[in-house]
């Protein structure tokens, strides 16, 4: 496994479709790009859609827990959240959260590529 795997919030939607996914990651990543990607520790946010239409993941990246907890403490947290509501509201399609609690994560276990076990 990685020696720095670092800290993760996932966020995770139920939408009404293709068009809806790419409205979403347009208006998220404009979030990202206002409100987050400048904070220290900040490493990255991934958009994830479904072939299927129904499901966006928004993977973000922190260097270490103590970077998001700091993002946390000190970010517009009121404004990304009237951010974040606007965007939702001014999607054409429906979209609606699937998180239950706070979703963030640390990574556990990885298994990289590598010659195939015996036995």
């Given at each position: ?43 990255s ?44 509201e ?7 959260p ?22």
């Amino acid at each position: 496994m990685s020696h720095d795997p670092g800290f993760y919030s996932i966020i995770d939607y139920t939408v009404d479709g293709h068009d809806t996914q790419r409205e979403f990651v347009a208006a998220f990543a404009e979030i990202q790009e206002r409100w987050v990607r400048f904070h220290p520790g900040y490493r990255s946010a991934r958009f994830h859609v479904s072939t299927d239409g129904t499901r966006v993941y928004n993977i973000v990246h922190w260097a270490s827990e103590a970077d998001y907890r700091h993002f946390v403490e000190t970010s517009d947290t009121e404004g990304r959240a009237a951010a974040i509501r606007a965007a939702l509201e001014s999607l054409d399609g429906r979209a609606e959260p699937r998180m239950s609690g706070i979703p963030t994560y640390t990574v556990v276990r990885e298994i990289g590529p590598g010659p195939r076990r015996a036995g």
